[in-house]
């Protein structure tokens, strides 16, 4: 690690108060030192991916980290606070601050080196040390790993039951295998590896961990995983190649709970193992997983799985619908709405006129529109059943399209196309044919059931639905409107991005795949209210500094930029810090904010964008005002909320430290 940290990078005095203003401090040490070529460029790529999960870790330590084209070449700073930041972590603030840069491009190597460095942070030696170097190129040296200072002597109680548990197991050792991975890789996948091995070792457990980070992955041995009693997956992003670990009992959660929880979910999948709990996972590495990547999961009742099939469909699907519907709407902005029956551009393209250009525009946003129900029915069917319902799932929602059965069409057949998958799988075949069942038999078998049903049994009567849906859209007006635009704007208020405020966003992008005045009336109440949230919450911090931390403040300013986006998750720490008075506050101000842009019939085609898009808004004044209107409202409930919660001389809340506040 010598190339990475020198003395120069080291701070042992740090004077932040704050986690952005840490960032900066150590950013410019790394500016200083050539090794990152714009500094607001840089701390752009952190603050964005803090904003992904806090990056506090118990223990008092902080991680900030990215990958960043800004980044000359792989480096860490570090930090010590005397007085503590704020970086998330539920036990309190963090007195020691590594900033972690990578290139874009960081070779395998270098990464390597920087989990390495994630793993010695569970050591309390390494951190005592660190805490307690007065010297920044000592405490540069043990950071790179030239002197391992001396784990702290174990109390003989703890020893005595690591004793006691190794002899309880030395005939047969629980077995246990695991995954961590988070969105970077960079440093939560080591951790929570070196966490959980930790704890297995004081429980005289056998575990092995395959740690898929950005540096790739080694598979860990099939002899290994065979030999296992439970798997365990910390993960935050998809669990690749889960078939491995088919005929296991398997504990799904998100790789915090790994760094923070290892011995509870060592105990789970204990428990899990002695109740004879399988996964539905096939074992001939092509089966359904009990988790799509979130950091749950769909394990538990039906309800919850169903959720989070749909929930897996509908985010690869919202990147089409957003590319395509915003090339739709700037082709509707430069050529008018009768672009959308111009010649294609293939045989009548001219380089000097608009009109060209925005059929282009429009031809292109079409051809993304196009993918739209396809993509939502493949991956419904991927998160059930993984790869080899993707073919059936593709099949069916191209289908659903072909009859007319639209959105709900593409549900439909994303899960029966899984159903198809998994019902296979339960199908005991001769070993020979298992290599060829997963990319041959299983997608062409799925794919005949799938369209037999679309095409004969189901497909029409969805297609009357989707008309039956459409018609009653369009003739929305009045008290009816009112009242979807209240239910709209509660639900996309009330868990701010989580699976309510999905499902009405999903609702409402379905119905840009075949647009009518109705659906689009839709799609501009959801955006807008779910702008609301954020937007209160910078009014409120602004107005009445007095009631929020400096943290909360500090949050404040970002809001202004993520509510005017179409950022609805703005608003969260806020929510997450004192949710029974914000989120009451923001439900209230959006249900109005739905209420009236449906009153006002304001319409929208483009699926996000948030102000930036008011040139295609249909009655953009009146959608504007929608906007200021419940954002109000929620500024001035929560105002009244929070100010009751104060007592005479109670005094504002403190500036003298920082904040710990709980991040979603």
Known sequence: MSELITAELVDLDLSAETKSEAARSLAERMVSAGRVTDLDGFLA???????????????????????????????????????????????????????IAAPAGADDDHLTILSSLARRLMDPGFTDALRAEADPAVAAALVRGEEAPATAPEPAEAATEKTATAERTAAKPFRIVAVTSCPTGIAHTYM??????????????????????????????????????????????????KGRFGGKPVVDTGVKAGINRPAELIADARAKAERGEISGIAEDGAGPAEGTGGPSGPSGHFGVRLRTYLMSGVSYMVPFVAAGGLLIALSFAIGGYEIAGAKSVADHFVWGESASWAALLNQIGTAAFGFLVPVLAGYIAYGMADRPALVPGFVGGAIALTIDAGFLGGLVAGLLAGAAVMAIQRVKVHPTLRGIMPVLVIPLLASIAVGFLMFIVVGKPIASLQNALTDWLNGLSG????????????????????????????????????????????????????????LAMALATTLRRSLFTRTERENGRAAWVLGASFITEGAIPFAAADPLRVIPSVMAGGAVTGALSMAFGCTLRAPHGGVFVVPLIGEP??????????TAVSTALVVVLKGMRRTPGSGAPADDGPAVAVAA
């Open 621 to 630: 004044f009146l959608y504007l005002l929608a906007i200021a209107v419940g």
């Open 192 to 241: 929570a590896a070196e966490s959980l091995e930790a704890a297995a070792r004081a429980q005289g457990v056998v575990l092995d961990v395959e740690t898929q980070g950005s540096a790739g992955f080694e598979r860990l041995d099939p002899a290994v995983i065979a030999a296992a009693d439970a798997v365990i997956w910390a993960h935050d992003v998809d669990v690749r190649e």
């Open 45 to 99: 790529d952190v603050a964005a991916r803090e904003a992904q999960m806090p990056t506090g870790l118990d223990g008092g330590i902080g991680i900030p980290h990215c990958r960043s084209e800004h980044v000359a070449a792989p480096t860490l700073a570090f930090g010590r606070s005397r007085r503590g930041i704020d970086f998330g972590a539920a036990d309190g603030p963090a007195d020691l601050v590594f900033l």
């Open 479 to 534: 008290s009816n409107a009112v009242i979807l635009g209240v239910v709209l704007g509660l639900m996309m208020c009330f868990d701010m991005g989580g699976p309510l405020n999905k499902v009405a966003y999903a609702f409402a992008v379905g119905g840009l795949a075949d647009p009518t005045p109705g659906s689009l009336k839709v799609m501009a109440a959801v955006m807008a209210a779910g702008m609301v949230p954020p």
